[in-house]
Nanobody, 115 residues
């Protein structure tokens, strides 16, 4: 059973930074990608950033230039550095990991940005 555990969320003011971490435990097998998604109240879950085993990255337009994803996929860990946070970044942030035939989610960590 794979578990993804996020940490690093919290309450910050606009313009400040946070760093989220995600660690996987259990029989993880081999991940081919890890990523971060977020869901704000009343909205659908959306992709924030993803990184592949080969190091390729993709970001939502709304976070480009402010957020940076990094990972040690072989060690089943991923990070999201969030700079210049805005109130519209407020959401529950979820870690996601994909293997060739499965997908896993963390329980989420709350990020709240006050104006």
């Amino acid at each position: 059973q794979v578990q993804l555990v996020e940490s690093g969320g919290g309450l910050v003011q606009a313009g400040e930074s946070l760093r989220l971490s995600c660690a996987a435990s259990g029989t993880t097998g081999k991940f081919i990608a890890m990523g971060w998604y977020r869901q704000a109240p009343g909205k659908q879950r959306e992709l924030v950033a993803i990184i592949t085993l080969g190091g390729g990255t993709n970001y939502a337009d709304s976070v480009k230039g402010r957020f940076t994803i990094s990972a040690e996929i072989a060690k089943n860990t991923a990070y999201l550095q969030m700079n210049s946070l805005k109130p519209e970044d407020t959401a529950v942030y979820y870690c996601n990991a994909r293997s060739f035939n499965n997908e896993f989610w963390g329980q989420g960590t709350q990020v709240t940005v006050s104006s």
